[in-house]
């Protein structure tokens, strides 16, 4: 059965397959003038005319209007599913590529199921770490929607555009799409939801919006949850054996209920690093900062992270930053405590989060007048061993590192970290002394 790419292409293949004239199509009810507009794509006919023309084509409406049987169309539905599950709870590697395959099947006969497999690839991407892939996929994606609305939503694709950017260190470019999402939902006035909480989530990353941050927070806190990860598993595989048992409607709701399984732990876990960054700008914030509020929220974020167990490294910074909002109240002993359990936690891993829990430890040593050497050394071996390119994170690490160097009387130690801070960020000089943090500052 012909499908080719437009519905006139359909109703003129399958016509001339039938070896019907556009009259004998046409038949008592429509005029042959009619089947010729649509056949040459200048008129796009309602669901009761599509009917009347499959039923004298010998076809279904569905194919018809879509190019694709019923049987094909659910096959298809469960296969972005599926694809959907693997991104979420198995390897993003394997979802690229069904999302991948699907993109295919569908072909230009499917616009709409080619343009959410697409979607559904870039954040596959984005999962992975490959930011300039998905960066490409995203703006695609935004050119499409901006050119056929309704296949795709516009607002979706800037806000995850805004953190894959700023991830890249475009720190401007993302803030920009940062500010163009919050006026259009400004302009629609809801802080609840998923597309709030990843915006929300995006801006915080990007130190801006943070009024509405502060809203979205206010409306939905940190929720608990719990790790339903077994769950999702079990129903997917239930999904899986049913439709190999050619039971598709049942295949497809079970994907759904192992879908809707894991979706409330993941918003629970975007709202807990909302919560956690919001803390740590809190932290880092000027005199006057509601400091009793970030508390509370980054210990509701930490006994949320704590649950599950692949968000390990998150658990840790939300430790780290609740170390730094008790460090700022004057609370050391608690600072420590919450340091030194990240570190449990992260164990013997390296990396930014485990250097910046020895920083806190070597603050509050400077505080009170003890020597810090040993943390800080240790903070720099850890950052010395990062096999991660290096990013605005790092730099900032380094920088502190440098400055409570600086406080430790270690003139030489504190120029190195600066240099690495400047490195971190692209920039290769020879800095003297202490002038590397007035460069790293502007």
Known sequence: MPSQGTIGDRVRGLRLSRRMSQAQLAGPDLSDSYVSLIESGKRTPTPVVARLLAERLG?????????????????????LRHAELELYHGDPVVAADRFGDIVKAAGDDNAMLAAHARLGRARALDA??????????????????????E???????????????????????????GAHALSQVERLGFVHGEIAVELALALVETQTGLPYVERVLAASGVPSASDRSAEALDLWQASVTAADGEDSALAVQLADDALAAGRSARMAIRCARIAVQWARLTAAGPEGADLDRANELVLSASHVLAGFPAERLEHARSLVALSRVRLRTGEADGALSAAGE?????????GTTAADAHLVLAEVALARSEDAAAPLQRAEDLLNARTEAPDRETAQTWRQLGDLWGQAGSIDQQAKAYRKALEAVGIHVNIPGSTAAAVLTR
Do not use: W
């Open 59 to 79: 076809c279904t409406t569905e194919f018809l209007l879509h190019g694709i049987e019923p049987r094909q169309r659910i096959d298809t539905e469960l296969g």
């Open 128 to 149: 992975q770490g490959r930011t300039g892939r998905a960066v490409e996929a995203y703006e695609r994606l935004r050119r499409e929607a901006a050119a056929h609305p």
């Open 151 to 177: 296949r795709l939503a516009d607002l979706p694709l800037t806000v995850a555009l805004c953190r894959c950017y700023q991830r890249a260190g475009d720190m401007l470019r993302a803030r920009d799409l």
């Open 342 to 350: 990240a570190l449990d936690v992260l164990a013997d891993s390296r």
